[in-house]
């Protein structure tokens, strides 16, 4: 065994084959807005005829399209993932469901007042992006993830489109709404929150009736909460509902709160989970 | 059980107590410079009478004594592994060995011409650090971890100052340099490379007579390499070396490679191996 | 690098230095009967002067003493972890809270009608045993942790005696009833099911005054369910109950049932989290 | 929440479905006995039409069929994979390669004088055994693992028979023998080590022409040994080898010796890393 190991080695090990982020805009008729959004691209995507498997990867409240990327260190993971086997080759989107960094313009991934974010995505953005990105684009190779607000809007989308996604795994998930509204009316968190009370994840199982219950029971469901998390109880309170109305799914809760180092964990969870969970019946 | 959570209870969470990460100089006169580090101070820091346990947490090469911090998320995941217990409370030292981000400035934890870094180490820059920052201060209390270059420095530190540390973990370790030196002879990579094959770690452990090894023995040894790295070879290397040798370490090969996945993974197991080892005779 | 390895080194390689289980029996006055026991011994007990932690670890309903170290395959495991110093050396002690592998003799941990146990447990079982296996046996050196039936033990006996345990580590617990009970009265299931509702731990953390609460703030927590065992909301329960109350705990909820493949990981956590604890203030 | 948990729930959760062991015999004309086997049948197996992947699970020097079962708790894990979506469905088989617990008759995987058991494996075992349980039984649903003597076994029948397997997953694998032979001549452990020394998996790689490496490469291969396994340095070279001939494999090494807690959690892994390669190009 040679002990030879330099420098030059090193940053030739940096140039390895690899995947990569790319930043992309659509103009949308409903939002009357460019909406921004980063793309996850395999390595080697394009060089075939191949169509891939697609992820959405939704940001958190206060988050834009680019946090996965820049805090999550979601492409280095996704390499070693694919490279290992453990994910398989996909296309990776993160669009944004906000504006900017000051509080007034982040608005969330439901309708309501001034802002239709769910109708622009399934109608407007879905279509267009996996028309551009050479993805599969059915049910079976489709999956939805993200974090706290993002894993609320995860959840709610499968629960309202379960014939578009093949698995929803939700991290430190927003789950809904039932108290007072601190914020001054018509502010973006009062909407925010408002539309999570309308839209609430727990209430949905509760009410949902058993033609329903058979359509949940065909998407693959993930629950990963921190034990220090402040939204522990609605991950847990709507892990039972699920469980008692025999829509199977899976709960995890490790040790820590809302933060990145629990998202980085999960994602890393995530990506094989939608793997094979991809192309089941 | 309450389904009320709210953005109010969002961003409460964000105040969560915690550990911070400061920013110091020291004035070098062995170098003749200026040298920057990052220090982690954990939650309740400097409220009591305590002194911590400390940590040296080196670099690799090509980065600086901002790295851990910005691209490791190490403060996060200290925080974490404390509330949790895995970790003790400690003081976590992230001194820079290189100067910018331009090549020529990058100059490692050796002695070299010009640049006598382990001199600056041990007899400046620890009393200084460990004067300033409420440090117990003994080999008892004191372990040193790092990644690639540092992951050799932290090794070789340990070799000739096993009485200053209770652990080295050392990270996808550049451990010594024994082929043909490519760069331009007195460029600073040339010098980086002459200096890991003067200092090999390798070399170190095949010609320790017996007294040598003793003392290697009070040190607790954990060397952590990715299948893929290129430096996998020279881990397994010295592990077996010492293994023969009689002085006990741990060895692991993960999946993956020469990256802050990797690293940051490491992190989590480094610091309660740190802990653990911390006060044991 | 040589390639020889044989038989004669697998065979030498079975006889490395380890732990041992010895089966023990101790005579109860206040039972009226013998009670049998298993105890882990580690490597090199006996050796020194030196007295060492000691973790009391329960069986479940159905089970008996030898439990743990037949089916949990604990000796294996704890060797394990102290040879990578993720557990320290330690005595562990296996009670038998039961008789045989029919239904009727079986008891628990409770004082009921007919069989103080918990009176046995503290004022025979526990001086002898320390006695005899040189344990330090003080509050700071004594954990206690089980499974199922043991899981709720050791949470109850953790609750009406925490200036006696440093830690507790509750697997898959069963932790009180609160139903109609089928089992004819007086059978021994019966006698259990309500010896669970006098001492349920849920009420008796709903019932706790602050003077009891500072009591319990003194034991390190840790409960740990999976989430498809039959028993999580209760866990879920009695953690919510806890935080509300800042009595901090920790919880886990992995992939699981009420099996031993839980309960075997659960012990690869729970003997370091015993460990990290033991001597803390 | 109801509180109501009971030892009725406690019997109801022992009877979940859940997949099974069996026993079973085949007579083999090359080795002129019986060979026993155990079949792990999946929850659900033989219900419908479906036909199954299938994995041969080899034991170690020493063991018989029945230890996996039987030590290594594989049933419970394969359910609860399985359960959760990490395995997918599939026929586990377990063949002896010995006859008892007695030393003289122990055989091995590899053809010696008076045991052709490769021979036997392969024209007599796999397709009586494939025919019987329903298994697809092509090579994009067939894969081989093992522990030790059987982590030898399967590296070698893949090396041999690559158009035959899609994954190959060595657990503290027995690779090859260089050295002595100090069992007596005609023994049965001199004839497993001679042959060994035939059949070396590290011989075969040094020796591979470029065409056989394209045939290995259509094998996915993974490597698992503890750091304190005294068959570690076998495994390393291995990688080396492969890694240098660009045969793709990955390699870990965890915390362990030689021993069932090792296996078990190789188990974990192998089982999905087995499943997410059934089916790919």
């Given at each position: 065994?040679?002990a030879?190991c330099?420098?030059?080695l090193?940053?030739?090990?940096?140039?390895?084959?690899a995947?990569?982020v790319?930043?992309?805009?659509?103009?949308?008729?409903?939002?009357?807005?460019?909406v921004?959004?980063?793309?996850y691209?395999?390595?080697?995507?394009?060089?075939?005829e191949g169509?891939?498997?697609?992820?959405?990867?939704?940001?958190?409240?206060?988050?834009?399209?680019?946090?996965?990327s820049?805090d999550?260190?979601m492409?280095?993971?996704?390499?070693?993932l694919?490279?290992?086997?453990?994910?398989?080759?996909?296309?990776i989107v993160?669009?944004?469901?906000?504006?900017?960094?000051?509080?007034r313009?982040?608005?969330?991934?439901?309708?309501?007042?001034?802002?239709?974010?769910?109708d622009f995505?399934f109608t407007?953005?879905?279509?267009?992006?996996?028309?551009?990105?050479?993805?599969?684009?059915?049910?079976?190779?489709?999956a939805?993830m993200?974090?706290?607000m993002?894993?609320g809007?995860c959840?709610?989308?499968c629960?309202?489109?379960?014939?578009?996604?093949?698995s929803?795994?939700?991290?430190?998930?927003?789950?809904?709404?039932?108290?007072?509204?601190?914020?001054?009316?018509g502010?973006?968190?009062?909407?925010v929150q408002?539309?999570?009370?309308?839209?609430?994840a727990?209430?949905?199982?509760?009410?949902?009736?058993?033609q329903?219950?058979v359509?949940?029971?065909?998407?693959?469901?993930?629950?990963?909460?921190?034990?220090?998390?402040?939204?522990?109880?609605?991950?847990v309170?709507?892990?039972q509902?699920?469980?008692?109305?025999?829509?199977?799914?899976?709960?995890?809760?490790?040790?820590?709160?809302?933060?990145?180092?629990y998202?980085?964990?999960a994602?890393?969870m995530?990506?094989?989970?939608?793997?094979?969970?991809f192309g089941?019946p």
């Amino acid at each position: 065994m040679k002990a030879f190991c330099s420098l030059v080695l090193f940053f030739a090990s940096l140039s390895l084959q690899a995947g990569k982020v790319v930043s992309d805009t659509i103009r949308s008729e409903i939002l009357k807005s460019d909406v921004m959004y980063n793309v996850y691209l395999p390595d080697g995507f394009g060089q075939g005829e191949g169509r891939y498997p697609v992820v959405y990867l939704l940001h958190g409240f206060g988050q834009d399209y680019q946090a996965w990327s820049r805090d999550g260190l979601m492409r280095i993971l996704a390499d070693e993932l694919i490279e290992s086997g453990e994910a398989c080759e996909m296309v990776i989107v993160m669009p944004n469901a906000g504006g900017s960094d000051t509080m007034r313009e982040w608005n969330g991934y439901m309708n309501m007042p001034g802002w239709n974010y769910e109708d622009f995505f399934f109608t407007e953005f879905m279509p267009a992006v996996e028309r551009k990105y050479r993805v599969i684009g059915d049910k079976q190779h489709r999956a939805v993830m993200g974090l706290s607000m993002g894993g609320g809007g995860c959840t709610i989308y499968c629960q309202r489109h379960p014939d578009m996604f093949s698995s929803c795994y939700a991290m430190s998930a927003w789950l809904g709404f039932s108290g007072e509204n601190d914020y001054p009316k018509g502010s973006k968190p009062h909407l925010v929150q408002e539309s999570m009370r309308e839209h609430s994840a727990i209430s949905f199982i509760e009410n949902a009736d058993e033609q329903t219950l058979v359509r949940l029971r065909t998407v693959r469901w993930f629950f990963d909460c921190g034990d220090d998390d402040f939204l522990l109880d609605l991950n847990v309170r709507l892990h039972q509902l699920m469980r008692d109305r025999k829509v199977k799914d899976e709960l995890r809760v490790r040790d820590g709160q809302h933060n990145w180092e629990y998202w980085h964990q999960a994602l890393r969870m995530a990506l094989p989970f939608a793997s094979r969970n991809f192309g089941r019946p």
